[in-house]
């Protein structure tokens, strides 16, 4: 069993940034696959970006890239999202999720695990 807690987000300007955390328990953390999605009012959840085992290789989804960055620290069970340049479209509650599998998935059926979500609300 994994347990994610996300922590970081809050109400910011469009154009200022965020740093999203997500903390696992459990001592095999470098043993799974990390993602990001969120969930606006009404919408479906959808793929932000994911990042694999080793930290090496990551994707986003199309609306993020070259504006949030993905990265995870295997000592501290920890992985983040930075979010810059931030829109009032990235409304929406963000969730944190891992997989034991080996493959970079936009698809939230591939995800074991989630957290509760934190709140990230860009104000226009």
């Known amino acids: 069993q994994v347990q994610l807690v996300e922590s970081g987000g809050g109400l910011v300007q469009a154009g200022g940034s965020l740093r999203l955390s997500c903390a696992a328990s459990g001592r095999t953390f470098s043993g799974y696959t990390m993602g990001w999605f969120r969930q606006a009012p009404g919408k479906e959840r959808e793929f932000v970006a994911t990042i694999s085992k080793s930290g090496i290789s990551t994707l986003y989804a199309d609306s993020v890239k070259g504006r949030f960055t993905i990265s995870r620290d295997n000592a501290k069970n920890t992985v983040y999202l930075q979010m810059n340049s931030l829109k009032p479209e990235d409304t929406a509650v963000y969730y944190c999720?891992?997989?034991?599998?080996?493959?970079?998935?936009?698809?939230?059926?591939?995800?074991?695990?989630w957290g509760q979500g934190t709140q990230v609300t860009v104000s226009p």
């Open positions: 999720s891992s997989t034991r599998r080996g493959i970079l998935s936009r698809t939230p059926g591939e995800y074991d695990y």
